[in-house]
């Protein structure tokens, strides 16, 4: 599989992906026991370490170490944290001209304490909440052939009024949308406003957990019939199991797609695993993979990132990531 690149003096949308939502570095604490004990008291970690974070600049970055042409909206303070994310970002290629920069306001910023498979997450919103519609510009809509929004419910209040309609405007510009919600902090899940979006999204991308907390349903199989029958797309993350998607455009029937597994000792930290599974899966869509393809793409994506801390030290290139999906 390879990613298409626009022919020069085309008329081809020259953004493959347009990534809209969190920026925001992650203080990331690895070890085996990472649970602050008050009282004053020290703890031995293993490591800390400030990385890329934010869903949305995970995805970003990951979808363009595998080759697509990457631009991320999303808005940031204008101090040290957010100086950081931009040069970070800059360094991955990815495209920050919408990256709105709020004077005065401090970038938000995330303390994730991680043991393995699990982890605990302290996010101080900052200037995260301050992105609204009306800071993406329509002419950046039209260059991008998928338009992917993460961390909707960070969002809500200032973005969220004006998602559906600019979600509206990528597709009848003809890219694909996509969605994935990340955790609501207020555990409502659904409104009128969200159903709204939804209706706009081609793609949604929950984990297990959420995904029944969205439709209301008491297990995965009938989360997936309810979101389906909504005509959406979905792509159900569930971590070392893999991915369940259907494509509720064309037919509502499941695929389960197994994880590959990496060698003993490889895995270090699965912060940022799902963003690196939204890239790989983008990306294989936009590569002309159908859905099961492009979820297994996603999975392989996400298993390598977990070699590394952090969402964004490990994630790989397009090659590798093909040559694990193919063998699993």
Same mark, same amino acid.
């Given at each position: 599989?390879?990613?298409?690149?626009?022919? %020069?003096?085309?008329? &081809?949308?020259? #953004?493959?992906?347009?990534?809209?939502? /969190? $920026?925001?570095?992650?203080?990331?604490?690895?070890?085996?026991?990472?649970?602050?004990?008050?009282?004053?008291?020290?703890?031995?970690?293993?490591?800390?370490?400030?990385?890329?974070?934010?869903?949305?600049?995970?995805?970003?970055?990951?979808?363009?170490?595998?080759?697509?042409?990457?631009?991320?909206? %999303?808005?940031? *303070?204008? /101090?040290?944290?957010?100086?950081?994310?931009?040069?970070?970002?800059?360094?991955?290629?990815?495209? $920050?001209?919408?990256?709105?920069?709020?004077?005065?306001?401090?970038?938000?910023?995330?303390? %994730?304490?991680?043991?393995?498979?699990?982890?605990?997450?302290?996010?101080?919103?900052?200037?995260?909440?301050?992105?609204?519609?009306?800071?993406?510009?329509?002419? #950046?809509?039209?260059?991008?052939?998928?338009?992917?929004?993460?961390?909707?419910?960070?969002?809500?209040?200032?973005?969220?009024? *004006?998602?559906?309609?600019?979600?509206?405007?990528?597709?009848?510009?003809?890219?694909?949308?996509? #969605?994935?919600?990340?955790?609501?902090?207020?555990?409502?899940? &659904?409104?009128?406003?969200?159903?709204?979006? #939804?209706?706009?999204?081609?793609?949604?991308?929950?984990?297990? &957990?959420?995904?029944?907390?969205?439709?209301?349903?008491?297990?995965?199989?009938?989360?997936?019939?309810?979101?389906?029958?909504?005509?959406?797309?979905?792509?159900?993350?569930?971590?070392?199991?893999?991915?369940? $998607?259907? /494509?509720?455009?064309?037919?509502?029937?499941?695929?389960?797609? @197994?994880?590959?597994?990496?060698?003993?000792?490889?895995?270090?930290?699965?912060?940022?695993?799902?963003?690196?599974?939204?890239?790989?899966?983008?990306?294989?869509?936009?590569?002309?993979?159908?859905? @099961?393809?492009?979820?297994?793409?996603? $999975?392989?994506?996400?298993?390598?990132?977990?070699?590394?801390?952090?969402?964004?030290?490990? &994630?790989? *290139?397009?090659?590798?990531?093909?040559?694990?999906?193919?063998?699993?």
């Amino acid at each position: 599989m390879t990613i298409p690149s626009s022919p %020069a003096g085309s008329l &081809t949308p020259s #953004l493959d992906l347009l990534v809209v939502g /969190d $920026c925001n570095p992650d203080v990331l604490v690895l070890g085996g026991d990472v649970t602050p004990a008050f009282g004053q008291q020290e703890k031995i970690v293993d490591s800390i370490a400030l990385v890329v974070g934010g869903s949305a600049a995970i995805t970003a970055v990951a979808a363009a170490r595998l080759g697509l042409r990457v631009g991320l909206a %999303a808005a940031v *303070g204008d /101090d040290p944290a957010g100086e950081f994310m931009l040069a970070q970002l800059a360094t991955a290629g990815v495209d $920050c001209a919408a990256v709105v920069v709020r004077r005065g306001v401090a970038t938000g910023m995330t303390v %994730a304490l991680s043991r393995g498979s699990d982890r605990a997450i302290l996010t101080a919103l900052g200037a995260m909440p301050t992105l609204t519609a009306s800071d993406i510009d329509a002419a #950046l809509l039209s260059r991008a052939r998928h338009v992917h929004v993460s961390s909707y419910f960070l969002l809500e209040r200032t973005l969220g009024p *004006g998602l559906a309609a600019l979600l509206a405007a990528a597709r009848r510009g003809g890219a694909r949308t996509s #969605l994935d919600t990340n955790w609501d902090p207020a555990e409502l899940w &659904t409104d009128d406003q969200l159903r709204g979006v #939804l209706a706009q999204v081609d793609l949604l991308l929950p984990n297990e &957990t959420e995904a029944m907390l969205l439709s209301g349903q008491p297990d995965l199989a009938r989360a997936v019939a309810a979101l389906t029958a909504m005509g959406l797309g979905v792509a159900v993350k569930r971590g070392a199991q893999g991915a369940l $998607c259907a /494509d509720g455009a064309r037919s509502t029937e499941p695929a389960r797609v @197994p994880a590959p597994e990496l060698p003993d000792g490889q895995v270090i930290d699965a912060t940022g695993a799902g963003d690196c599974f939204n890239a790989g899966l983008i990306a294989g869509l936009l590569g002309g993979l159908d859905l @099961p393809m492009a979820t297994r793409l996603g $999975c392989a994506v996400a298993t390598l990132s977990t070699r590394g801390a952090g969402g964004t030290a490990a &994630t790989p *290139g397009l090659a590798e990531a093909l040559k694990l999906a193919e063998a699993g």
